[in-house]
């Protein structure tokens, strides 16, 4: 009997394009806010849009898994949501996380 040995190679990290198509399913018109990346590629994007009432703001974060500079850490390459009203953040969650076994985005419900 023949093993399956199917070798991992180094996990594949999602550019900026795709965290975008990800976001825009749930906000079409967002202003970009900050994005950093290191020599694996983009770990940080953060972008936000306009509530409908006056002060409210909802931001968009995409975190990728690891350790990086200024306390940027994440368990899981994700993407949040985080609703402010004057500044203060007033609720937020996951709103999808990235499958590396699959390369696919999954919707957290």
């Not at 994440?74 to 402010?84: A, D, G, H, P, R």
Request: net charge negative; no cysteine; charged share 30%.
């Amino acid at each position: 009997m023949m093993e399956n040995s199917i070798e991992k190679g180094p996990e594949r990290i999602p550019i900026k394009e795709e965290v975008m198509e990800v976001i825009s399913r749930f906000e079409k018109a967002t202003t970009f806010v900050r994005e950093l990346s290191d020599e694996q590629g983009l770990y940080l994007l953060e972008v936000q849009a306009e509530g409908k009432e006056p002060g409210e703001v909802t931001q968009y974060r995409y975190q990728r898994k690891g350790t990086f500079p200024n306390h940027n850490e994440s368990l899981e390459t994700v993407i949040q949501v985080v609703y402010y009203q004057d500044e203060i953040p007033v609720g937020g969650t996951n709103i999808a996380e990235y499958k590396s076994e699959t390369g696919q985005w999954e919707e957290v419900k």
